[in-house]
């Protein structure tokens, strides 16, 4: 069976390289089941302040590399181009620019049988499910979606993605132990979706992937093969 092709969209601050790094035991786990296509987001970071990396280092994997491009897949601050999961707007910069950057990979690299996103990235495969459910999206045509740390935007223009449950396949991964997304706000994205599966983990903020796991990760994509 050919692997199944996933399109991965990174966390906040990272970019498809180091991202590339940090879920290169997610890639071991699944070499046989699925290709991991890495994509960056269009939007430049300011570089954090050391309060700030010391704020996000709740990571089990060491920052290491990559992350001196840091890229955004929308700010929450339009003022202070920032962006926080935490923070209430009313409305939010670099969306549509970030939806087309997924256009453009689709159409010049596709096509991709699902979506993997992490953090901010997988906040945005939710909206992403939701365009492609109300066929706003026509070159989209995803089956399944992980979404591992994940949350509902607190953006008011956003509140339109959650209307109704999204009928796509999804697997929700999260760690009891995530002080950047906590559990709670992973939970909550729950019922956006029709049927999510979910995969909880005992750890932090990243990607999981233990031999522990690996069942769980084939049982959801031997359903796409």
Known sequence: MAPLRVLCIHGYRQNCSSFREK??????????????????????????????????????APES?????????????????????????EESLGLDESVTAVREAVKDQGPFDGILGFSQGAAFVALLCSLQEQKLEPDFS????????????????HQKFYSSPIQMPSLHVFGLEDRVIPDK???????????PQVLIHPGGHFVPAASAHRQTYQDFLKRFQ
């Not at 290169?24 to 990396?53: F, I, M």
């Open 23 to 60: 879920t290169g035991a997610l890639r071991k786990l699944l070499k046989k089941n699925a290709e991991l296509v890495y994509l960056s987001a269009p939007l430049k970071v300011q570089q954090a302040s050391k309060e700030e990396v010391a704020d996000k280092q709740n990571d089990s």
């Open 185 to 195: 706000m992973s939970r909550e994205l729950l019922p956006s979706f029709q049927d």
């Open 142 to 157: 995803f089956r399944f979606a992980i979404i591992v740390a994940g949350f509902c935007s607190l953006c008011t223009e």
């Open 65 to 89: 590399g990559g992350d001196d491009d840091p890229r955004g897949w929308w700010f929450s601050d339009i003022k202070a181009l920032s962006f926080s999961a935490q923070q209430q707007c």
